[in-house]
């Protein structure tokens, strides 16, 4: 990550720079939405058997790469999708060592309830092409590259950091199509593998859905998404990044060539890794959109697109950072698995300097994120989204939460912490590589084995699911399948907590996470149903405690931000032999409580969210280094850098609170 390029890659990235000038971009029309459904898939849904109209917790994983994405077939994964069901609802798939012809048998420790592969839209038809010898193109520098022992670097040939579209001429011809044609092929394949896989019969075991990322790194700058969409009538080509450079040119295409152009295409969109994006994710300036009603639109547009934004995933959490310019109060747990801090040495935090204002320097390039602004934090996007509405009347961050693995091995919802397996093809198929501190992003201590998103729906099927995506009634975990409650309103009882039948109260009463509380003119402080339930397979780790965390605007514009202990006992002495790996201490395997805010201000909007925190226990590379035999330990084990305890948890989604518009005096 110093910002040097290798010799391969310069004389790689060069021609396809150099190209781009006079590449044509294609007509709109190529995006018209088509029913790629299944027959079987296109009868009426019968309802699942198991049907709870409280709704019940399903758990998945919506950011899955397999050897479909250039970057991973780059690490030598040979896995498609097939294989990537395959392993998450249950089954064994065997995966490379280190390019050999040996390889390592893989198998989830609990199925999941749903996945969807999300192969980088970028490069697909240019892989097909490539891999193909009969095709004229196979000798292009391009492909030479692609096929090379040295591989180019796999976040270098990501990172399209040119403002237009660009396709290699030799390869793809000087209009793109031949590669977007190829694209078109196996976009084709992909939808086809969610649809062998969605159980659409009443039992409803698993629960596929048709997605891809689209994958911005404008400027080296983060600015990745994964597309999710409801069913199989999908885009006839995905929109790649080389089709629309600005993530409002995707937002657009989406709405305009599927949710208004077929009646039965429905989609979002889901930003990721905002933590890793120099504040650009989240940024409130918009090029080309400099008066207000503009502003207000493209916030709009953004709203129906993006209902859920993911939190956690195996490039760290993306939730919150002390010390940051601009931002009230500290927060003890915003230093869970950091992942920028391990990349760089450790005096980067210090050295490094806040993100200029005003669209984030839209003119300058980043080698990595390489400045600090609260807006790549997802916590203070939420508070920036309410400073947006009262200003544009569109919160465009009104997020719902999420979390995925971001695994790129094609090992849906891997997340265990006790058997990890690498995410990363060759670059940590080896428990030495995944506990060292690597020179790049691609290797080391500085991933995790990533999340899951948990979702509260009737049922498992995939209307339900993205109904509940739709209205942000979802949970992101760092892997535990810990189960978050969380519902607001004004007449919660004090004692629900005690009640057989809490949660048809709770939504009776209020407001489940994702939800707005409703309009309420009596200044009364709302209450919040803040519960959990701890994971009770995997290592069935006891939960220690609740925390509902707000957020507001201080009249100075600074974010403010506040951590409240609800449930539980912080100080309950848990902890973890670090010589064995042996938890200690009691936890709870269920907290509740109702829980009124102390500080709450009738005229202030604010964003409460709950969090689940687990009992200590041992990191994954405190596991694999205790595997290994003493003399075979790499010297990471051993630094006081390396972590070895963590704290598992879960978030939910947020519940917003809006002041009743004041009532208009005589005469106006």
């Known amino acids: 990550m110093n910002g040097t390029i290798s010799p391969l890659a310069a004389a790689v990235v060069a021609p396809f720079l150099l190209a781009a000038c006079g590449t044509e971009l294609p007509p709109e029309t190529v995006y018209d939405a088509v029913d790629l459904r299944a027959p079987e898939q296109r009868a009426e849904r019968v309802r699942c058997r198991h049907h709870v109209t409280t709704r019940q917790a399903f758990f998945g994983d919506l950011h ?37 012809t040996k390889a390592r048998e893989v198998r989830i420790d609990r199925p999941l309830d749903f996945a969807a592969v999300t192969d980088h839209a970028e490069f697909l038809g240019e892989q097909a092409l490539c891999l193909d010898a009969s095709d004229d193109g196979y000798d292009s520098t391009f492909c030479e590259a692609v096929r090379s022992p040295e591989r180019l670097e796999p976040r270098l040939i990501m990172k399209v950091a040119v403002p237009f579209s660009w396709r290699d001429r030799a390869l793809c011809g000087a209009d793109g199509e031949r590669c ?40 080296m700058s983060n600015l990745h998404r994964n597309v999710i969409f409801r069913n199989a009538v999908v885009p006839n080509r995905p929109i790649s990044y080389l089709d629309a450079i600005r993530e409002w040119d995707l937002w657009r295409l989406l709405k305009e060539r599927c949710l208004d152009g077929h009646p039965q295409c429905d989609v ?7 933590n890793i994006s120099n504040g650009r994710m989240f940024a ?42 601009g931002v009230l109060g500290d927060d003890e747990q915003c230093g869970f698995e950091p992942f920028v801090d391990m990349v760089f040495d450790q005096s980067w935090p210090e050295s490094v300097d806040s993100c200029p204002e005003g669209a984030v320097a839209d003119w300058m390039p980043h080698w990595g994120p390489d400045c600090l602004s609260p807006l790549s934090y997802v916590r203070y996007a939420l508070i920036e989204g309410l400073r947006q509405e009262h200003e544009l009347g569109v919160n465009p961050f009104k ?33 030495a590589e995944r506990v060292q501190f690597g020179d790049s992003t691609f290797a080391g201590v500085n991933h995790n084995p990533g ?12 209307d339900a699911l993205f109904n509940a995506m739709q209205r942000r009634e979802t949970f992101a975990t760092s892997g535990p399948r810990i189960r978050p409650r ?15 039948n809490r949660v048809a109260e709770a939504y009776a009463q209020g407001v489940p996470m994702g939800g707005d509380l409703p309009p309420d003119d009596r200044g009364a402080a709302p209450a919040f149903l803040a519960s959990a339930s701890a994971d009770a397979g995997g290592e069935a780790t006891p939960l220690q405690r609740l925390q509902v965390v707000k957020g507001w605007v201080e009249d100075d514009g600074r974010y403010a931000q506040q951590v409240f202990e609800v449930a539980g006992d912080p100080h309950n002495g848990a902890g973890v032999d670090p010589a064995t790996c042996v938890r200690h201490g009691e936890g709870f395997a269920q907290l509740c409580a109702v829980w009124r805010d102390p500080t709450f201000e009738p005229s202030q909007r604010a964003v409460y969210y709950l969090r ?57």
């Open 64 to 100: 899955v790469h397999t050897a479909l994405s250039l970057d991973a077939w780059s690490l030598d994964v040979r896995v498609g999708p097939d294989d990537a069901y395959r392993y998450a609802f249950g089954q064994s798939i065997r995966l490379p060592l280190n390019g050999a």
């Open 486 to 500: 969380f519902f607001g309103g004004w007449n919660l009882a004090p004692d629900l907590c005690e009640r057989p």
């Open 180 to 219: 977007a044609q190829a694209a078109q092929g196996v976009w084709r394949e992909v939808v086809a593998a969610a649809e062998r896989w969605n159980d659409a019969s009443a039992d409803c075991q698993r629960t596929t859905f048709v997605g891809y990322e689209y994958s911005s790194l404008r400027l």
């Open 612 to 668: 689940a925190l687990e009992n200590p226990s041992c990191r994954y590379s405190a596991w694999q280094c205790l595997a290994m035999a003493p003399e075979e330990r790499p010297a990471d084990c051993a630094d006081p850098q390396t972590p070895v305890a963590i704290q598992e948890r879960a978030w939910s989604s947020p519940i917003w609170y809006t002041p009743p518009s004041p009532l208009p005096t005589d005469g106006q």
């Open 268 to 274: 979002l969109a889901i930003p990721h890794n905002s």
């Open 451 to 462: 999340g899951l998103i948990g979702i509260w729906a009737e049922e498992n099927s995939r």
């Open 399 to 431: 997020f719902g939460l999420m979390a995925s693995t971001d695994t790129h091995n094609a090992t849906a919802g891997g997340v265990s912490e006790r058997d990890y397996q690498g995410h990363l093809g060759y670059g940590d198929d080896s428990a």
């Open 284 to 325: 409130v300036d918009y090029p080309g959109a400099d008066l207000p009603e503009a502003k207000r639109q493209r916030a709009a547009l953004r709203a129906g697109l993006e209902p859920l934004v993911e939190i956690m995933q195996h490039k760290g959490s993306s939730e919150c950072r002390n010390g940051l310019d």
